[in-house]
């Protein structure tokens, strides 16, 4: 299973203390790490069979750390069946364990960026395996470490699937509960622009403290339907709309409330944000019949988070500020499921008082966010990297292609370049998607080409030439000409095999 940016880790499900509370929203298991003492809740949609898994799991993390991990799964899963054989023939020994008492003992978080996987492991701890669940229930892989925890035994009900939240709340000596408080590094650049970057990534912390503002969402495609359910998570009150009203079904079942119109969502809520797919849409959905500007109030405050040209920006800004209401763009780096992981990065720019009352909301989608100045910058910024995220892509379409018409494996291609300097899980997921004939859209295609073709304007409106770039978006309109639109962008590889 898999937590955050780090590696698929074993674990196993095991009781929590009787005083930590359950994570709201959707169900979830406690579990611990082998290897280390770490603990979290994990939900349950991203669990995978240990046995079924073990060996390719193993070619993908080489490490040490993870290898003493799997040996520490094999030596419990000895103990486990020696036990239990034991047990068969000595009924008394299911009662062991009872009545043992838990010393208590001062608990850390672990850091996003602490390198050490086994950070929290207390050499004084030993491993309780008398008191933890049968084997059938724990032959799981867990997810990687989190905040350490202790548990007493209780029924633990085994389900096969499992996602990720770490705890909220941290166990002092005392045995008293209490939410640990999410810490930021402020750095400032000569640029003038700020980073918030998050210890922790944002979604998988549960220690966040939401606005008491309300919070407004418009548009529940692949982007914002992940960003409004990390909202939800993490305790916001938040108002949806979506064209396709069937798609704010499943939100308001997880507790959000239901906005007819964007004017009505605008005027209902302090802080409205937007996540639509062009700038004709997002300036539909400010301008049109019943659009945001209608709502929009002395001191309302609207967030876009749309990929669009500077120009658009510009525009919107000008027209909701003439309302009276401050205006902060703020497009997110990252992909379908990084925004279901709460992994996203968040480029804003604009009134910097809006950023700061969007802090927790930041933090609840994203894991970094960055504060460009005036607005226009973000737009910029985002435009810049998609550029080159999408020329990317279709150069390694263009590689894998190459490789096969000279008669080259092309996943022995894939294995070379994953082992040289430019291995990384993007280009591992998109090239293993398009070597199973997987096109599923993680980000769509038609957007990328978009993002290609305002970059390439935005190019010659400065002077600057962007030959990589052009040379990019032919081979994306031609796979869009091949029906691939809405596809992934690694769809752009059927281009050249057609």
């Known amino acids: 299973g898999k937590l955050g940016r780090y590696p698929p880790w074993p674990g196993k499900i095991v009781s929590p203390p009787k005083d930590l509370k359950k994570p709201r929203g959707k169900k979830c298991h406690f579990v611990k790490f082998f290897g280390t003492e770490d603990h979290a809740w994990i939900k349950v949609e991203q669990l995978k069979p240990y046995h079924a898994h073990k060996e390719e799991m ?254 658009t920006i510009t525009e919107l800004s000008q ?37 700061e009352d969007c802090s927790s909301c930041f933090q609840a989608m994203g894991k970094t966010s960055f504060f460009l100045g005036e607005a226009g910058n973000a737009a910029r910024m985002m435009l810049i990297l998609n550029m080159v995220q999408g020329s990317f892509m279709a150069t390694i379409a263009e590689g894998l292609t190459l490789a096969q018409a000279t008669g080259q494996s092309q996943q022995t291609f894939l294995d070379i370049l994953c082992q040289g300097q430019m291995a990384s899980t993007f280009v591992d997921q998109k090239c293993q998607n398009i070597l199973q004939g997987n096109f599923k859209p993680d980000y769509y295609l038609k957007h990328i080409q978009k993002d290609l073709r305002l970059a390439i304007s935005m190019g010659d409106m400065a002077n600057h030439p962007t030959p990589m770039a052009a040379a990019a978006n032919e081979v994306y309109k031609r796979a869009k000409a091949l029906d691939q639109s809405d596809n992934d962008i690694s769809a752009v590889y059927r281009a050249y095999i057609h």
Not at 216 to 236: P, R, Y
Not at 264 to 280: G, N, Q, R
Not at 338 to 347: A, E, F, H, K, Y
């Open 319 to 355: 027209v909701i500020t003439s309302r009276g209401g401050r205006f902060l763009e703020a497009p997110v780096a990252g992909s379908q499921q990084l925004s279901n992981d709460g992994m996203l990065v968040i480029l804003a720019a604009g009134d910097r008082t809006v950023y």
């Open 58 to 311: 193993i070619k993908i993390n080489k490490g040490k750390r993870f290898q003493q991990a799997v040996d520490a799964v094999e030596d419990f899963l000895k103990k486990a069946k020696g036990k239990e054989q034991v047990r068969g023939g000595n009924s008394e020994g299911k009662g062991d364990s009872k009545g043992k008492k838990m010393p208590n003992k001062p608990l850390k978080i672990l850091e996003e960026d602490d390198e050490d996987l086994s950070a929290l492991k207390d050499p004084s701890e030993k491993d309780l395996t008398d008191s933890d669940p049968e084997p059938s229930t724990i032959e799981r892989l867990g997810a990687g470490p989190a905040s350490g925890f202790k548990w007493e035994s209780s029924p633990v009900k085994d389900d096969p699937h499992f996602h990720h939240f770490l705890l909220s709340q941290s166990e002092k000596p005392a045995s008293s509960m209490e939410p640990i408080s999410k810490r930021l590094k402020i750095i400032e650049e000569d640029t003038g622009s700020t980073s918030i970057q998050a210890a922790d990534s944002t979604a998988i912390n549960g220690s966040i403290t939401p606005t008491d503002k309300r919070i407004g969402f418009l548009g529940l495609g692949l982007m914002g339907s992940g960003i409004v359910s990390n909202l939800l998570k993490m305790g916001h009150v938040v108002t949806v709309w979506n064209r396709t009203a069937e798609k704010c079904d499943l939100f308001i079942q997880e507790g959000a409330r239901l906005g007819r119109t964007p004017a009505e969502v605008a005027s209902m809520c302090d802080i409205t944000f937007s996540c639509v797919s062009d700038p004709k849409a997002a300036r539909d959905l400010v301008l049109g019949p019943s659009g945001v500007l209608q709502g929009i109030r002395p001191g309302k405050c609207y967030v876009e988070m749309s990929t669009v040209d500077p120009e």
